[in-house]
Structure formats: C-alpha cells, structure tokens
DNA sequence: TTGCTTACTTACTACTAAGTAAGTACGTTT
DNA sequence: AAACGTACTTACTTAGTAGTAAGTAAGCAA
C-alpha cells in the first residue's frame, strides 16, 4: 500500500523486538544490551537504535506488543467459546510452554519485569501495570462465572482468587529456573486439583 | 582474642553486607554496583573490593547470612514451641514485614534472585538453591504436621503445598510493588483462609 | 537525473562497570 | 623503636553501557 513495508524492514524491526523478548525473559531488563541483540543479529548496535532510538522504547514495545496479544487472544473464539475450566486450563497452557522453551525455562514477562520494577523508566512500569491488570481482570471473569456454574471452586472474591493465582503462576516460574520442571509441575497440579472440584 | 576485631572494621563489612542487602532486594543484583554502596557509605569503591573482592563473593555473602538467619529462626524456641498454624502464622508475618519495608515495598530473596538466575555467578545458584530448599523442607514439615492434627488444611503432598505457597509469597511481594499493598493483602488472605480450616 | 527515504555502518562521546596495584595512616605487637 | 597487620585511598586498567552524528548504499518517485 502506501508504505511500500519492505520485507527486510519490516523482518529486522520485528527480529529486533522478538530477540529482545526473549532476552528480556532469560536475564531480566537490566541484563541484556544493545550489543548482545547487534551481535546476534549481525548487525551493529546503531542499527537497534535506529527502529528503537532508547532501550525504555524498546521495553515499552515489548509490553505493548504483549498486551496486544492479550487483548487478541482472550477475544479468539476458540477461547471465548470455551467453558470456564478449559479457559483456565488455556491459561496454564502458556505457563506450560513457557516453562518448557527450548533455551531453559523462561519467566513470563511478569516475573521479569517486577523484579527490576523500581529500576524501569516509567512508561514500561505504567504498561507493565496495565497488562497486569487486564490479565487480573479477565481470570477473575473466568473464575467468577466457573464458580456460578459449578464448574469451579473456590472461596474469597474471584479477583484475589485470580491475583492469586497468577501470582503462583509467576512465581512457579521462577522456581522451575531454580529447581527444574518438576517443582513446577507439582505446583501446577496443585492449583489444578485446588480449583476444579473432586466430582469432575 | 587472637583476632583483635576492631569495632570499624566490623561495622564497614556488616554495613556493606546490609546495604548491598538492601539494594539486592530493591533493584536486583545487576542494577546495583560497588559505586552505589561506597557512596552511599562514604567511602571509595575500592574499600568495597577490599572487604569483599568481587561481586560474586559479595552476593554469596548475603545468601549465606540469609541461609544462616533461617537456620537459626527455625530453631529458635520462640518458633519451635508454636503450633503449626501459629509457625505458618509467623512465616507470614516476615513477608508483611518486607511488603510493608520503610523505602518501598521489597521483595524477597528468592524472587530477587530467581528473576536474575541466568545471569548469576555459579556459586551463587548453587546457595539460593539450598536456601529454597531448606526452606521449601521446613515449611513441608510445618503443614504436615498441621494437617496431621487438624489445625491446617490442604490437599496434595505437604511439599507440593508448600512449595506452592513460598511461590505465592514471592510472588505477592513482587505484585506488591508493582499494585501496592492492598492486592498483597487479598493474597495473603486468600492464602490465609484456605489452609485454615473454617470452624477453627 | 535528481532528490528523497529507508536501513543501515563507521566512528565517536560520555559514562559506568568490576577489578587491581601501590601507597598510606594508624594501631598493635615485639 | 622497628615491624607488622588492618583498613582503607589514590590512581589506574579493561571492558562494557546507552546513545549520537555523520556518512553511505540501494531503491523508489517526480
């Protein structure tokens, strides 16, 4: 169209962003540089800061992009056709992968990104709080309506019942980096069997 | 005795240790560096280096004395003497302690650390392993032994739970940072609620 | 063909990091 | 008084950090 978007453009911003993703969930914000992308791209670190002049827009595109895929995601059909208990067995789903990558477990971008929390440039702390807080709310829906059809249970209000759970989530992750997977199963299972009744 | 001890030299290395502490548990161990500390001690970076020579021993260091400081909490008669709900009770009250911290809420040494794992010399992996461990190992031995008397309640195995439950700790705290305390405090209630039974 | 845009590279600045070697002031020991 | 150990400072090296300014090759547009 208009934007002529060439391809090798469009791949280098986007292996940018992907490669910074992935260095961001391994060592954390304050651990990767521009050098480790440039080196790993093969190209040099002036190029990272031509399509991400700062490392704070770079993080904050990587949140943004984050939310965009949850927004997205919980809108599929395939997920909002399903009932409440395979909605939350979609959501540890990701946490499954994630804990399996290919290059050692990864924290989800929570769990990365709270930890140097008080280190980050604001705009990355302000879109860390809204992804947070839409995944928070969009379990507590799910959570609230497995409870009114039976389906789940559990006690207290289904927006602590989520903060909840997502935080043991975030948490298993980093344990499974430390222990290994099985620690993380074990977690898993844990608030498996805790939120789905016995019956089922 | 043999060793003389001076008074000063004992401050200044006790000083860093805590203060390196601190700012482990406020920014994670790749955004502090021996230039905040001997600032903020008043003295040359160089000091720093003379008490503990690299940051890998430096960080070591803080891990060993949180090790021991767990070693000698469990054993304590204070503690020892609880009951069970009353132990858990405790564990707890050390995480509100750092939630509700003077200079912002911190989190605890395992998500500080575990966020950082990758990226952390081998030594210390190897100490914040035994660390969660042994902790991990107490806590078990804690809801076992509630559960076995009735005055906890949970299903799975007592380390399943338990490990489940130190990961929902770090967690909170490092949602509490990110949303502030009043989320930490649904959490814990929620944590609360579901191990005590409802009668009790 | 001239000019403009895109996507870089080269070469740099300014700064910070961990770590080291040599020197010094001071108190204790001999 | 001489020697020694402790606890530093001064001055340094090496290697990285984010970020910038200027140049360039390739492609498209008028």
Redesign the interface.
């Given at each position: 169209m208009s934007t002529s978007a060439s391809a090798t453009a469009f791949d280098t911003r986007t292996r940018i962003l992907n490669l910074a993703e992935e260095l961001l969930l391994?060592?954390?914000f304050?651990?990767f540089s521009y050098q480790h992308i440039a080196k790993e791209l093969q190209v040099k670190p002036a190029a990272i800061h031509y399509h991400y002049p700062s490392k704070e827009e770079l993080g904050t595109a990587i949140i943004r992009r984050q939310l965009m895929r949850l927004r997205k995601w919980r809108g599929l059909p395939r997920v909002t056709e399903l009932t409440p208990p395979q909605q939350l067995e979609a959501l540890l789903d990701v946490y499954r992968q994630r804990a399996a990558a290919a290059h050692?477990p990864q924290?989800c971008f929570?769990?990365?990104l709270?930890?140097?929390?008080?280190?980050l440039p604001a705009p990355m702390?302000q879109e860390?709080?809204t992804f947070?807080?839409e995944l928070t709310q969009w379990l507590a829906g799910v959570l609230a309506a497995g409870r009114a059809d039976g389906s789940l249970q559990f006690?207290?209000?289904p927006?602590?019942?989520a903060?909840?759970v997502l935080?043991?989530l975030?948490?298993?992750l980093?344990?499974a980096?430390?222990?290994g997977q099985q620690?993380f199963q074990?977690?898993l299972?844990?608030?498996h069997?805790?939120l789905l009744p016995a019956a089922a």
């Open positions: 391994a060592r954390g304050n651990a050692g924290v929570f769990g990365a709270a930890a140097d929390f008080l280190t702390q860390l709080r947070s807080e006690s207290g209000h927006f602590s019942k903060a909840q935080t043991t975030a948490g298993s980093q344990v980096r430390v222990h620690q074990y977690i299972k844990q608030l069997t805790e």
